[in-house]
């Protein structure tokens, strides 16, 4: 059973075959179609192929969109309730996927480490190679940073913070402990959006920021209610405890705009021990909920 089924046109092979190394470096495993001629049972190995799979890759071209395979394999997913993570390698993103965020790789890039994550999060790695710890290392920049301020002069602290704060979203492997937080002392001076406190129906920016407001209260559970079906389990935790393990105590000025069909930026002020700084993450949407952060 491979982690990854790949689906692409034939006319992306080459870009097919280095998507699957890429992938296999990173410690999932991959099935793809490789063969030139199919026989008489491939439509019945490729069905079984992606209801074995738990997640199928979709290269989004425009001769992908034309292709019969394709089609079916998305279809087949769909079926099956596969998570599907398209890719924009050429063109638009396809109609049938338009609902689901994908990754732009237009210049022929491999796709970044926010769409491995994301992948990650939702079908899970155990055994994905690590990658560079970016939290210990904003640290130390931090640290670095901080004695070369002069005359009391603020901006590359702040810089450094805001790049500190962004990593924040690095610390998944703390989710495990974030059920038992009570972190946010006083509510943490957080600004719930009126009128949305139970209304998942509302835009996409409205319920990411009430997710972000609500992680910010320490509400977990409350904050998991705007979240995607796939992603309720660790989302909000993971959020928490990357804020927390940076030392953020308060959020304030939480605002969310949509980005997009599927995405919302929300900018707003963390309060730590170092000061308070401006912060911007990007929240990822499937159907209005929540279901991802940029780089976490």
């Known amino acids: 059973m491979a982690d990854i089924f790949i689906s692409y ?7 097919a075959q280095k998507l699957a190394e890429d992938m296999r470096a990173r410690g999932f495993s991959v099935w793809i179609d490789d063969r030139i001629e199919h026989g008489n049972h491939w439509f019945d190995e490729i069905e079984q192929a ?8 979709v290269i989004m071209t425009p001769e992908a969109d034309k292709s019969e395979w394709v089609r079916k394999e998305i279809l087949l997913a769909k079926r099956d309730g596969k998570a599907i993570f398209p890719l924009l390698l050429e063109g638009r993103e396809f109609g049938m996927l338009i609902d689901i965020q994908f990754a732009d790789i237009r210049s022929g890039k491999l796709p970044p480490d926010s769409y491995y994550d994301h992948i990650n999060h939702v079908i899970g790695n155990p055994f994905q190679k690590a990658r560079p710890a970016p939290l210990q290392q904003v640290r130390r920049a931090v640290q670095n940073a901080i004695p070369s301020a002069k005359g009391g002069s603020r901006r590359g602290v702040i810089v450094v913070a805001g790049l500190l704060l962004a990593a924040a979203c690095a610390c998944a492997t703390l989710y495990a402990i ?10 943490g001076g957080f600004n719930v959006p009126q009128g949305n406190a139970n209304n998942i129906t509302a835009s996409g920016a409205a319920n990411a920021q009430a997710f972000l407001s609500l992680v910010g209260q320490g509400n977990i559970g409350g904050a998991s209610q705007y979240v995607c079906p796939q992603a309720q389990s660790y989302l909000a935790s993971n959020l928490t405890a990357g804020l927390v393990s940076l030392g953020v105590t308060a959020l304030s000025n939480v605002t969310c705009v949509d980005s997009g069909a599927n995405a919302a930026v929300c900018t707003y002020w963390a309060t730590g021990a170092a000061g308070t700084v401006t912060a911007q993450d990007t929240f990822y949407l499937e159907n ?4 991802g952060v940029a780089g976490m």
């Open 178 to 187: 974030a059920t038992e937080f009570d972190m946010f002392p006083n509510g």
């Open 288 to 291: 209005g909920l929540v279901c």
């Open 9 to 15: 046109s034939r006319k992306d092979q080459a870009y």
């Open 50 to 57: 992606i209801t074995d799979a738990r997640a199928i890759a």
